[in-house]
């Protein structure tokens, strides 16, 4: 059994800042990729930020500059820095984890439940 539990998300007002955690647990083996990714009302799920175990960055073009991911390999966590906030980055975040646990030999895709980030006055 394999959980992402998410924590840091809430109310800020525009210009703040927020740092979202996400923590797997379980028989982990390996974890490959980690994100995060965000839904707003009546959109679809897309893509924030990426970061491989080696530290490989991605990020969508509308958080460069201003959201910040890492990774704690040890922990089996992945941080998201959120600064300069908008109220355009308001939406619903989910933490991503390719991995692989004991008991499978392939790496899936496993999400946690989703923390809401609302940038507000």
């Known amino acids: 059994q394999v959980q992402l539990v998410e924590s840091g998300g809430g109310l800020v007002q525009p210009g703040g800042s927020l740092r979202l955690s996400c923590a797997a647990s379980?028989?982990?083996?390996?974890?490959?990729?980690m994100g995060w990714y965000r839904q707003g009302p009546g959109e679809q799920r897309d893509l924030v930020a990426t970061i491989t175990p080696g530290g490989i960055l991605n990020y969508a073009n509308s958080v460069k500059g201003r959201f910040t991911i890492s990774r704690d390999n040890a922990k089996n966590t992945v941080y998201l820095q959120m600064n300069s906030l908008r109220p355009e980055d308001t939406a619903v975040y989910y933490c991503?984890?390719?991995?692989?646990?004991?008991?499978?030999?392939?790496?899936?895709?496993?999400w946690g439940q989703g923390t809401q980030v609302t940038v507000s006055s």
């Open positions: 991503n984890a390719g991995l692989r646990t004991y008991a499978r030999s392939s790496y899936i895709d496993y």
């Open positions: 379980g028989s982990i083996f390996s974890i490959n990729a």
